[in-house]
């Protein structure tokens, strides 16, 4: 069975709708991507840099392996936590990852 020479005519390449077809489920990915990877993210990191500008002295902090602490001295990029009485560490601040600020309530569903 051969293609008559009207058929191959008829679906002429390179129209408007191909293009469109073509990158419009792309354009529909990266979309999806950035409102909801990409986006949150970026919003993450700008409170977590907030967060750890505002740290202060006396501040209750939780670092990123696990242990908590107050902060006993805050330098440019490091503080100074003290985990229990007289024994003293030196963090990064970027290795903080949760600021507990002093006098904050406990929570009431804890009993």
Do not use: C
């Amino acid at each position: 069975m051969l293609v008559t020479p009207a058929y191959a005519q008829a679906a002429a390449p390179g129209g408007a709708g191909d293009f469109l077809g073509m990158f419009l489920p792309l354009l529909l990915i990266m979309a999806v991507f950035w409102f909801f990877i990409i986006r949150p993210q970026q919003k993450r990191m700008k409170e977590h840099q907030a967060m750890l500008e505002n740290l202060r002295r006396g501040d209750t902090v939780v670092t990123s392996g696990g242990l908590i602490g107050k902060v006993t001295k805050v330098a440019d990029d490091e503080v100074t936590v003290e985990l229990a009485e007289n024994v003293r560490v030196k963090v990064r601040k970027s290795y903080i990852a949760e600021v507990r600020v002093k006098g904050a309530p406990a929570d009431s569903s804890a009993s």
